[in-house]
């Protein structure tokens, strides 16, 4: 499993994708302006996975870095044609929309029947590249693993941005992107707990695990950046 999760990484961080910008605040703009979201707390897809059509097959689907990284869940029980168990990896459509809009790759944060998954790369007509992995991030290697994606996607405006995933879009996904804003957003490890609250749906009794991690984490020195570069990519956050 490591083997292939190396062979994967290495692609993902090979491949563009057609969409060109010139400099990150063109992707930025870019995808400020295509999802119409300005803070952390606005959602793309709802908890039914509608909103954003072009996206469906996500479900409550939200900004974490623009341009660089979005978090969510997978729309399973809720699918229209595709109905199944809340707890698998995102359906076909979804990772094919993904692709579509120019994401570079998506991360299952739970192991659950990601290996029932038959296509793990998608290659659009566009010739977007679209690699599937599975990272729960729950070791200090496996937490850099994500952190050095999402600086490669900081650095290169030509790789594409990245989906990280849970089931609903609230726990799993919420630790990571809190990990993601201490790293890249000065955000300290109190705010960042606040954060996970506020982005569960109500749902953040219990989790004790979760919030252990949040409150050990400590950002990488070398994937550092600049206040400049923090303050194009970080959305405001709603109290």
């Known amino acids: 499993m490591k083997s292939v999760l190396l062979v994967l990484l290495f692609f993902t961080n090979a491949f563009l994708y057609s969409k ?9 703009a870019y995808y400020k302006n295509r999802y119409k979201v300005h803070c952390l707390n606005e959602k793309i897809t709802d908890n039914y996975g509608n909103g954003f059509e072009d996206l469906y097959g996500t479900r409550n689907m939200k900004t974490i870095l623009f341009g660089i990284a979005y978090r969510g869940g997978a729309n399973n029980y809720y699918h229209k044609t595709n109905k199944r168990d809340n ?7 979804g990772l094919n929309n993904l692709c579509g809009e120019g994401f570079s790759s998506a991360i299952y944060l739970y192991g ?11 290659v659009n007509a566009d010739k977007d590249t679209l690699f599937y992995i599975q990272n729960s991030a729950m070791s200090r290697k496996t ?3 994500i952190i050095k994606m999402v600086k490669d996607r900081i650095d290169n405006p030509n790789l594409g941005p990245i989906y990280l995933h849970c089931w609903n879009g609230w726990h799993q996904s919420g630790y990571v992107s809190s990990m993601i804003l201490m790293q890249f957003c000065g955000y300290s490890n109190q705010q960042a707990r606040a954060y996970w609250e506020q982005n569960t749906d109500g ?11 949040i409150a050990n984490f400590s950002p990488f020195q070398e994937y550092k950046i600049d206040k400049e570069i923090a303050d194009l990519i970080c959305p405001c956050m709603k109290k």
């Open 203 to 213: 749902a953040y009794k219990k989790f004790d695990n979760v919030k252990k991690m």
């Open 143 to 145: 937490q850099e693993s």
């Open 112 to 122: 659950t029947n990601f290996s029932k998954v038959e296509n793990k790369v998608f």
């Open 20 to 28: 060109s910008f010139n400099s990150i605040n063109d992707k930025v």
């Open 87 to 93: 707890q698998n990896p995102l359906p076909e459509d």
